[in-house]
């Protein structure tokens, strides 16, 4: 990683994206309870230089009392260090030492937290509660939130107590919910107890944090273990058995008996942990803590973290966008029968449509919102100079040339490791790097962001896994809008024209061939990602079929794996007469995706080419011979 590269992530991460700061300390003193310290000090001196000094047991209480106040008081002054730095940075900063109740609501607006690891007094059980609590909540915030967790503790324990807190633990786990193999239940039920005696002996910090960060090298901690049972003449454990100690290990590092969550832990021992919408720093409170440590720690933890380049350019768009004011600065160019248009346009609409007409109205000032972003900024120019630094030295551009091919899939190569590495640090196998390709194809061309109708660009597939997408032109799928006869005629009902997609038994071909624009990448529900043909193979034709969309506008579609709509199909078949009959035939659909608009057209253009053709009548004749045509 380019030092040019860890400066980008510094900046989207900590310098443009921490606003506001909130210390959470239960030893900082509000400046009333301050003054009134600093009269019992002075208070308690006067009582020391007038008492009974023969008194030794009555002195060193005195003088007990009066270093606590003292202690107080200096921690105050610390307190009152951080609240200049910060304020000196033009961050907003704010000290909370009641933490007997801790407001959730308020705490999760603040960008950074600086947070003391013990909230509760030294003689209750489980000092480290609120705090833990705390961090457990953050996680599922709405909000990204960056902590410092301030500790006199052991580091690399205070790592294991709060990565063990976010990831939460199965402390009832048993051998029947690893496997069902009667042979390993039968070895656990008659060995475990042995192994568990040897286990806690066995066991590291190290090993427990590999298995929090789902790195454990199992196979190895099964071998090293082995030998240990083997000195002990104990039955050799397997890689499940060991899945259950390492639980039970960690489960005693749960002191909040957080369920388990399944959720990703990533971090260094004793350094940071990210996990969901938090991502924690540990730092040691010492005499000479200082703030401008804690702002350094951040900076550390965040480039041994080495976040992607996705991660980096969309911290940093968020940070542009609560910079703009958008919103004001929106509302104030807008005209004023622009602002008329914005509300005749949601009440003008029946009832039933009004969420979706706010929808389009919406998506229109935000993206004339982000326009300033994405076209009068230097954005677009940060995110090159981002990607460039990702490497040193830069990988040049190798243009694709028939004279030299392989050159230009060298280069091609090298790019998708290094965007594979700067994810997941690993080098990948010729079939995921296509994947990457893929996964490209499908962001450029597919929106996540569903309509609550089928409509045009509408990738489907029915429960005989049947693809389709819908070709029919979007203004005759709006519900409720009756732009002919048959639609009314059909209401609530709705004709719609799919074409019936073909799928690319290997992806790679689809892949070599993108460019020819007649392919959709698809991710399917079960996560397998797919290639689909517009066009049959042989006639170079698209495949259409006709069908009826029952309940079309009751817009109640949506992208959640179990939500279908009902669609009719026709077909004949002959009766026992031999007389042909029409036989309608029900489906259920299933939304899978939806192209965007510039590609969903190209497909409707295909349609509608296809159905508007002329000489389809003509008759064909060639007498030509090859060598006269030759010839000529």
């Not at 990738?459 to 809008?481: A, F, H, M, R």
Request: proline letters at 3%.
């Amino acid at each position: 990683m380019t030092a040019m590269y860890k400066e980008k992530i510094v900046k989207a991460f900590r310098d443009d994206a921490i606003r506001s700061v909130l210390l959470i300390d239960d030893e900082y003193i509000p400046y009333k309870e301050l003054v009134t310290n600093k009269k019992t000090i002075s208070e308690k001196l006067n009582d020391l230089r007038d008492g009974d000094l023969s008194d030794l047991a009555d002195l060193k209480s005195k003088i007990d009392e009066l270093n606590k106040i003292n202690t107080e008081v200096q921690r105050s002054d610390v307190a009152k260090e951080f609240v200049n730095f910060f304020h000196n940075n033009k961050l907003i900063c704010d000290v909370e030492s009641d933490t007997t109740n801790l407001d959730y609501e308020k705490i999760r607006k603040s960008d950074l937290i600086v947070l003391d690891y013990y909230l509760k007094p030294q003689f209750e059980n489980n000092r480290a509660e609120a705090s833990l609590n705390l961090v457990s909540q953050l996680s599922s915030s709405k909000h990204m939130n960056m902590v410092v967790i301030y500790t006199n503790e052991q580091l690399s324990s205070v790592w294991l107590e709060v990565a063990t807190t976010l990831r939460g633990s199965q402390k009832e786990l048993d051998i029947e919910g690893i496997t069902k193999n009667p042979y390993l239940i039968k070895q656990w039920n008659e060995n475990s107890l042995d192994w568990i005696e040897l286990w806690d002996n066995f066991v590291t910090e190290e090993m427990k944090s590999e298995f929090i960060l789902d790195n454990a090298n199992l196979r190895e901690f099964c071998k090293d273990f082995s030998a240990i049972c083997d000195e002990s003449d104990i039955e050799k454990p397997t890689q499940e058995h060991l899945k259950i100690l390492l639980e039970k290990s960690i489960a005693h590092l749960n002191f909040n008996d957080t369920k388990y969550t399944q959720r990703c832990i990533h971090g260094q021992r004793g350094l940071w942990i990210q996990a969901g919408d938090v991502f924690i720093v540990l730092c040691s409170k010492t005499d000479k803590e200082s703030p401008t440590e804690v702002w350094d720690s951040i900076k550390t933890a965040l480039c041994n973290w080495k976040p992607s380049l996705y991660r980096v350019v969309t911290s940093d768009l968020q940070n542009r966008i609560e910079d703009a004011n958008l919103s004001m600065e929106k509302a104030i160019s807008y005209l004023e029968k622009d602002q008329m248009a914005f509300l005749w346009g949601i009440l003008q609409s029946e009832d039933k449509h009004k969420e979706r007409v706010a929808r389009e109205l919406l998506g229109n000032i935000v993206n004339e919102a982000l326009d300033s972003i994405l076209y009068n900024s230097n954005f677009a120019a940060d995110v090159v100079a981002s990607a460039r630094a990702i490497t040193d030295p830069v990988i040049d551009y190798v243009e694709r040339s028939k004279q030299a091919p392989e050159l230009h899939k060298e280069f091609q190569k090298s790019i998708l490791n290094e965007s594979a590495r700067n994810v997941s640090n690993r080098e990948l196998e010729l079939k995921d790097l296509y994947l990457i390709a893929h996964a490209y194809n499908e962001k450029l061309s597919t929106t996540k962001h569903f309509h609550k109708y089928i409509t045009t660009g509408s990738v489907l597939i029915d429960s005989e896994k049947n693809w389709y997408i819908c070709v029919t032109p979007s203004c005759n799928t709006i519900p409720g809008q009756e732009t002919d006869l048959g639609i009314s005629a059909l209401k609530p009902h709705r004709a719609l024209t799919l074409v019936k997609l073909i799928r690319v038994t290997d992806i790679t071909e689809a892949l070599h061939n993108a460019h020819h624009s007649s392919y959709i990448f698809i991710t399917s529900p079960d996560r397998e990602e797919l290639a689909f043909s517009v066009l049959n193979k042989e006639s170079k034709l698209p495949e259409l079929v006709k069908v009826v969309v029952k309940n079309h506008d009751d817009e109640t579609w949506c992208n959640d794996g179990t939500n279908f709509k009902e669609i009719i199909t026709f077909e004949t078949e002959v009766d026992e007469a031999g007389l042909p009959k029409v036989r309608q035939r029900d489906e259920k659909v299933y939304p899978v995706s939806l192209l965007k608009p510039a590609y969903a057209a190209r497909y409707q253009s295909i349609q509608s080419h296809y159905e508007g053709r002329i000489g389809v009548d003509f008759l064909t004749l060639d007498l030509s011979e090859d060598d006269l045509l030759n010839k000529e």
